[in-house]
């Protein structure tokens, strides 16, 4: 089976902060065939950043966006959720606890968020990709 892997909507800065090939890191740290998505509300959380935050973080967002559109990442909850039988609305979640519930074995969840690597390492066969000494993904 398919191996589904998550962006956390941090993930999606390092091509820019770190000039990293995050889709090529993942795929030689992966080891078998996967698709790649977003959760809705990381889009919300990129346009918060674009709305609200300073100069380099809202150019991050407006790239993050565009790395999505260009690399054809759709949405987990339009595309891939109902394929999985997973019947839970994620609406009145955060991204962060959203993605710590969906943590699997089928769904790699990929993030910078120390917190949350911790979290996910802590749930039976869920696995987390992470940048690791800022020039290369890991999976654990």
């Known amino acids: 089976m398919m191996k589904t892997v998550i962006l956390d909507t941090n993930f999606l800065f390092i091509p820019f ?11 030689e740290a992966m ?18 950043i674009i709305e609200k935050s300073r100069a380099k973080n809202k150019e991050f967002a407006k790239l993050a966006k565009q790395f999505i559109t260009k690399n054809n990442i759709g949405f987990f909850e339009e595309t ?9 609305n994620f609406e009145e979640l955060g991204v962060d606890d959203a993605l710590l519930e969906l943590a699997c074995e089928e769904i790699i969840i990929a993030t910078t968020d120390k917190e949350l690597i911790t979290k996910i390492k802590k749930k039976p066969k869920a696995k987390v990709l992470y940048l690791r000494a800022k020039n290369h993904i890991e999976i654990k």
């Open 80 to 88: 891939k959720q109902k394929s999985l039988n997973i019947l839970r």
């Open 17 to 27: 902060q770190f000039k990293i090939d995050v889709l090529q890191k993942i795929n």
């Open 31 to 48: 080891n078998e065939p996967f698709e790649v998505y977003v959760l809705k509300k990381s889009v919300d959380e990129l346009n918060f």
